[in-house]
Nanobody, 124 residues
């Protein structure tokens, strides 16, 4: 079992930055892929970014490429999402997820564990 807890969400103005963190417990995440998803009001949950166990392979949704950066610290059992140049359309609940494979998937149903989510609100 892996427990995931997100933090770092909040209210920010358009063009601002936030850094989300995901702390894992229950087992080491050093050999599993990690991802971030988000769900805006009235919309389905969507893929944001994902990272392989080594950190060498990264995937991003087209909507966040060049603005968001995913990283991991296996020694601390954490994953982060640095979000820059935020836009109102980035407003959503952001979820951290863990997939019991080395290479991440872009599909939410492939992920095995999920956090409770953290709210990010970007004002215009």
């Amino acid at each position: 079992q892996v427990q995931l807890v997100e933090s770092g969400g909040g209210l920010v103005q358009s063009g601002g930055s936030l850094k989300l963190s995901c702390a894992a417990s229950g087992r080491t995440i050093s050999r599993i892929a990690m991802g971030w998803f988000r769900q805006a009001p009235g919309k389905e949950r969507e893929f944001v970014a994902a990272l392989s166990w080594s950190g060498e392979t990264r995937y991003y949704a087209d909507s966040v490429k060049g603005r968001f950066s995913i990283s991991r610290d296996n020694a601390k059992n954490t994953v982060s999402l640095q979000m820059n140049s935020l836009k109102p359309e980035d407003t959503a609940v952001y979820y951290c997820a863990a997939e019991l494979r080395l290479v991440p998937s872009l599909v939410e149903y492939d992920y095995d564990y999920w956090g409770q989510g953290t709210q990010v609100t970007v004002s215009s």
